[in-house]
C-alpha cells in the first residue's frame, strides 16, 4: 500500500464534504453515524484497487470529517451553554469519533467488496 495512492484522488475530500454537509443539513443534533458508514462506502467504492487503500482512505474521511463535526458542535455548544456543559460534550465526543472512525472503516471495507461484487471493468 502506498500512501501517495490513498490520498491521491478526489475521494478524500469528496468525502470529507459529504460528511460535514450531512451533519449540517440534518441538524447538529443528530447522530452522524450511517452518514459516516455510507460515506466509507462510497470512498470504498471509488478507492477500489486495494482492500487496505480503501479501507485506510475510508478511515482517513471518517476522522477528519468527524474532527470538523466535534469542532462546529464545540463551538455551537460553547456559544449557546458556556464552558462547563462543553466539557461534558467533549468528554463525551471522544468516544463518538472513534466509533465513528471504526465506522468509517468499515464502510470502506464493504464498498471495496461491493466493487469487486458489481463486477465493473475498471
Not at 2 to 27: H, Q
Not at 41 to 57: Q, R, Y
Not at 100 to 117: L, R, S
Request: hydrophobic fraction near 50%; charged fraction near 5%.
Amino acid at each position: 500500500m502506498d500512501f501517495n495512492n490513498v490520498t491521491k484522488g478526489k475521494a478524500i475530500p469528496l468525502g470529507i464534504i459529504i460528511i460535514v454537509l450531512t451533519y449540517l443539513l440534518s441538524g447538529a443534533s443528530s447522530s452522524i453515524l450511517p452518514f459516516v458508514f455510507f460515506t466509507g462506502i462510497l470512498v470504498g467504492l471509488m478507492k477500489h484497487d486495494n482492500i487496505t487503500e480503501s479501507a485506510v482512505a475510508a478511515l482517513l474521511v471518517a476522522l477528519i470529517g468527524s474532527v470538523i463535526s466535534t469542532i462546529i458542535t464545540s463551538a455551537i455548544i460553547y456559544i449557546s451553554y458556556g464552558s462547563t456543559y462543553l466539557a461534558y460534550t467533549l468528554t463525551s465526543s471522544l468516544y463518538l469519533v472513534i466509533l465513528y472512525i471504526i465506522a468509517g472503516a468499515i464502510g470502506g471495507v464493504i464498498g471495496y467488496y461491493i466493487f469487486n461484487e458489481l463486477d465493473v471493468k475498471h
